[in-house]
């Protein structure tokens, strides 16, 4: 058995079906051996860094191992962005890395580097102490050989990831003390398993419920839904955490405020915060299936400050300003309901979906990037979430899509029927524009932070072959048509009413 077939061979045991190849000569073994296989199926990229994020988004959606496939060299450190963010979000991504011989290293001979141990401890390096709850890595020396790959039945075998032990004494002791006034509920991003459990949780709860638009509840729970606003200047006694780490402004306020007391339930483990909280790790629904009976909760809805009266101000804004950036993000957010898939992409975007999206029906998916927080392979990873559904929305920002220009040629490979991907394009970052901490700056060094650009994107869609629509103002989604091919929403807010509408 060559050293391709036996790597190949224990990745199927261990689940992995989807392949995202990045070809070159040092892996070319790899790729004709993955092309010649029946059962398997195979994704081809010709970018590592987008391909890593792709594979990503594969393992995100399907809940099971997806490897990218690299050739040697710089081509493996590509993969580390991607690395990081299923790190944290504990997501089976696998990078098969080719390397020269062992006797190559230290030599400083083409394409060699130190690719051994490269992502430090973003990624388990054993497929014998991976646990399926984050990254692996296999570094796979490899001789340049004649190739000859006949066709095969690959086998995949079940996805079994080891459970993660956990115990519920301190949430039970969080909700069941005597002093249980002011808390509130912050949920995060969810896996879909989580969803239902949180739900009726938190309904049985009756709780204030803070939450983001990736945990595919907010629009589930009115009678609980509540503006983060609402606490400004007048933080809650106790925030329960549920899912990843909340996007909003109350969640860093929390950082200061060690009044509060804060537990977190999440996969990762991680607090989220630098100072002192409480954290159980631990799958979300499993952990809130295992308090059993709730005999400790009461009717305290009277208890916890009202957000409508915020909500009904919100909404006379958007009514006044229906052109600014929140306005016609509100009316986007009512459009992509039709859609059997949403992705919202980092910063501004899923900040101003959670404050000013619609709140009456629920999405049929909701994805996010969250691990990292960043901006970084959003695209990618839309695609690779979404690969085999059709009718899916991507959301995001413009530099955001600028970061990840080359996304789009999978768009061959993947399922087109509907898509539609939504850039707002403001004209740079303007999440730091409202930043407080950033007010007393000169323009100039504002505008090295916020990068501002003035890029049309008419010419990236016919690059791609996409259809493309200029919206600039809400009569603008009447002419929003989508067909067999993606079509590119290029979103122009109108910035004087976005100034307005943020000065009110």
């Known amino acids: 058995m060559t ?61 099971r191992p997806c490897a990218v496939v690299t050739t040697s060299g710089t081509a493996v450190a590509e993969c580390l962005p991607a690395v990081i963010e299923a790190h944290y979000s504990c997501l089976p991504l696998v990078v098969l890395s080719a390397d020269r011989p062992e006797t190559f290293r230290g030599s400083g001979a083409p394409q060699v580097i130190d690719q051994e141990g490269i992502f430090g401890n973003h990624a388990v390096r054993s497929l014998d102490g991976w646990n399926g709850h984050g990254p692996l890595h296999l570094n796979v020396p490899l001789e340049e050989e004649v190739i000859d790959c006949p066709d095969w039945q690959a086998e995949v075998e079940g996805f079994l990831p080891q459970r993660i032990s956990f115990e519920v004494r301190s949430l039970r002791d969080f909700l069941d003390d005597g002093v249980f006034k002011g808390i509130v509920a912050m949920v995060g991003g969810l896996d879909p398993e989580d969803r239902e459990d949180v739900f009726y949780f938190l309904k049985d709860l009756g709780i204030p419920v803070v939450a983001d638009v990736n945990s595919g509840i907010r629009e589930l729970l009115q009678d609980l839904l509540v503006s983060e606003k609402t606490f400004s200047g007048n933080l809650p006694g106790r925030v329960l955490r549920l899912g990843e780490v909340p996007v909003g402004r109350l969640w860093r306020d929390l950082e200061a405020n060690p009044a509060t007391s804060v537990l977190s339930i999440c996969r990762n483990g991680l607090p989220g915060l630098a100072r002192k909280s409480m954290v159980i790790r631990g799958e979300v629904g499993r952990v809130i299936r295992g308090l059993g009976e709730a005999d400790f909760i009461g009717d305290i809805r009277d208890d916890f400050p009202r957000g409508r009266p915020i909500f009904s101000q919100t909404d006379e804004r958007l009514e006044s300003f229906p052109d600014s950036e929140p306005g016609l993000v509100n009316l986007l957010s009512v459009y992509a309901t039709t859609g059997e ?164």
């Open 3 to 63: 050293p391709e077939q036996d790597i190949v061979d224990r990745l199927l045991k261990a689940g992995c079906g989807d392949f995202v190849v990045c070809g070159g000569a040092r892996n070319a073994g790899l790729v004709a051996l993955l092309e010649a296989a029946e059962g398997l199926q195979v994704w081809k990229h010709f970018e590592e860094r987008g391909a890593a994020f792709f594979a990503m988004g594969r393992a995100k959606d399907t809940g």
């Open 341 to 504: 898939s949403l992705f919202i992409g980092n910063s501004l975007p899923i900040r101003e979906w959670n404050e000013y999206g619609q709140r009456e029906t629920p999405y049929a998916r909701v994805f996010a990037n969250r691990g990292a927080n960043g901006i970084d392979g959003q695209l990618s990873s839309w695609l690779g979430a979404t690969a085999e559904t059709p009718d899916s929305w991507g959301v995001f920002g413009d530099l955001t899509a600028l970061y990840d220009l080359a996304a789009p040629a999978m768009f061959p490979q993947v399922e087109c029927q509907g898509r539609v991907l939504v850039v707002i394009n403001n004209g740079g970052g303007q999440i730091f524009e409202r930043l407080p901490r950033l007010s007393q700056l000169a323009e100039n060094q504002k505008d090295a932070i916020v990068q501002s650009q003035n890029v049309d994107l008419r010419g990236w869609a016919q690059m791609w072959n996409l259809d493309y629509l200029r919206i600039e103002s809400r009569e603008g989604f009447d002419a929003l048509e989508v067909g067999e091919r993606t079509l590119l929403v290029e979103l122009i807010p109108d910035s004087g009413e976005t100034a307005q509408f943020y000065a009110v």
